[in-house]
């Protein structure tokens, strides 16, 4: 049996599949360590089956789901593990909905979005493998989508 | 085909049997819009003109359209004379707009412009502009200038030249051909070069556009030449602007080698692009283009109203 390098969590959220080295970034979208009081614990470089791979453990949080599709914009194939009681009690993968709102900020600066309108920024979801997005009102796809991100 | 109620904000919004339904109702609008028949098709309409950019061509053309088939028009070219001054959200004077008229054609300098009035009005949105976004009703009138001087679009070379990065008309009308299935060629300065997305774009519907910085070669099999002026006021830099402004200048001699038909376009204001010694020529048809623009807008107004000749 393999040595544990991150010990199990009694309650909160696994976070398991992230692409390798993207864990940081995913910390920053859960907006931790502002929003969290208990343990965090993140693994880098994990070997696996598939590679490389980031795991990310939170105690005593179940993760919302527009958390979920935040984190499938920069992490497509991660899964997320609710664990009540050391027991896994559910599980899915993210997947990116063909639309998102009020997640990211337009890269454009002239896009009407970022114009103090009242209305929330929209992306349609042009990729859900490689995450393409596109500005609903000016079309503009952001470059770096992780910098986006509200 | 029913376009009643529809916003026009993109070209891309349209098929290409959509295209050819409007170009050919279009023609029918000609003699009114020429004075020479008259028409009450739009009468008891009343069309909002919001014009938050200068505009010379597209807004009068549109009022003259409305006025032509007895519709009103109410509105204001100077937003400084509006509560937007005083701090309105657009959401909140679209939603005025709404109110007070049957149809609103709006210029706005930010891109996404149009789509965001779309979904606060119920009247439809007709885009005259949305910064560097789409101009969809100049596309359509181009397209409408080329069908009706060649008699058709499709097969037959276009050279599309000058500013190709900055200008939003050569954008959508690049991607418009390439539904018709035209030859392109794009002449521009390197700095100045069609986006690799619009050239993508076009790849995706079959189109093989090529692209060069020479313009005599091209010119050898155009059919038709369309001109762009080199934008001053979209570049970000006054330096760049003034390495590349004035490249091309289309003059009567640089005409010799080219088809006897071929015609010139420019979506116009020109500066020093085309030498005005190039009117007097058969290939200028950059004015009757401007032209176009009344009737075009005359057959989008009257299929967006659900009222027809």
């Given amino acids: 049996m393999k040595p544990m390098k991150i010990p199990r969590i009694k309650n909160g959220t696994v976070i398991d599949h992230i692409t390798a080295g993207n864990a ?9 360590p502002q929003k969290q009081s208990s343990t965090v614990s993140v693994a880098i470089n994990v070997k696996s089956k598939m590679g490389k791979k980031d795991i990310v453990k939170i105690e005593n949080r179940e993760i919302a789901h527009t958390e979920v ?4 914009l920069i992490a497509p194939k991660a899964t ?9 009690a559910e599980k899915h993968k993210v997947e990116l909905p063909d639309k998102l709102v009020g997640i990211a900020k337009c890269s454009n600066p002239t896009c009407i979005s970022n114009g103090g309108e009242p209305v929330e920024s929209r992306f349609i979801v042009l990729d859900k493998e490689k995450p393409r997005i596109q500005c609903y009102y000016c079309d503009r796809e952001p470059d770096d989508i992780a910098s986006r991100i509200i | 085909m029913n376009f009643t109620g529809k916003d026009i904000i993109s070209i891309k919004d349209f098929s290409k049997t959509e295209i050819n339904h409007i170009l050919k109702y279009a023609e029918k609008m000609i003699p009114f819009a020429k004075g020479e028949k008259t028409s009450t ?6 069309l909002s003109s919001l014009f938050f950019e200068p505009s010379t061509r597209t ?17 204001f070219a100077d937003p ?22 049957d149809i609103i054609v709006m210029r706005h300098p930010s891109e996404g412009a149009a789509r965001l009035a779309a979904d606060f009005a119920d009247s439809p949105i007709l885009n005259a502009g949305d910064g560097a976004g789409h101009h969809p009703t100049q596309c359509l009138l181009d397209l409408f200038t080329i069908f009706h001087e060649k008699k058709h679009i499709g097969k037959q070379n276009i050279v599309l030249l000058g500013d190709l990065k900055y200008g939003r008309t050569v954008h959508s009308l690049a991607y418009a051909l390439s539904l018709y299935g035209s030859d392109l060629t794009f002449v521009s300065p390197k700095s100045l070069k069609m986006p690799r997305e619009v050239i993508n774009e076009c790849k995706n519907l079959g189109a093989t556009p090529t692209s060069t910085t020479k313009i005599e070669k091209a010119l050898k099999n155009a059919d038709v030449l369309y001109v762009t002026r080199i934008q001053k006021e979209r570049f970000p830099d006054l330096e760049e602007y003034n390495r590349v402004v004035g490249t091309y200048q289309i003059t009567p001699s640089l005409l ?7 015609i010139i376009m420019h979506p116009l204001p020109r500066v020093t692009e085309i030498d005005p010694a190039v009117d007097q020529t058969n290939h200028a048809v950059y004015f009757k283009q401007a032209f176009n623009g009344v009737p075009i807008r005359m057959a989008l107004l009257s299929l967006v109203s659900g009222v027809k000749l």
């Fill in chain 1, 80 to 88: 997320i593990n609710i664990i009540r009681e050391y027991e896994v």
């Fill in chain 1, 24 to 32: 940081v970034k995913v910390l920053r979208i859960l907006d931790i």
């Fill in chain 1, 69 to 72: 599709d935040k984190i499938a």
């Fill in chain 2, 256 to 262: 010799e080698q080219v088809k006897e038909k071929m």
């Fill in chain 2, 41 to 46: 098709l739009l009468k008891g309409k009343i």
């Fill in chain 2, 59 to 75: 807004r009068l053309s549109f009022e003259s359209a409305m006025n032509r088939l007895n519709g009103r028009v109410i509105g």
């Fill in chain 2, 80 to 101: 400084t004379a509006t509560s937007q001054k005083k701090g309105e959200t657009l959401a909140d004077t679209i939603r005025m707009a709404d109110a007070y008229s």
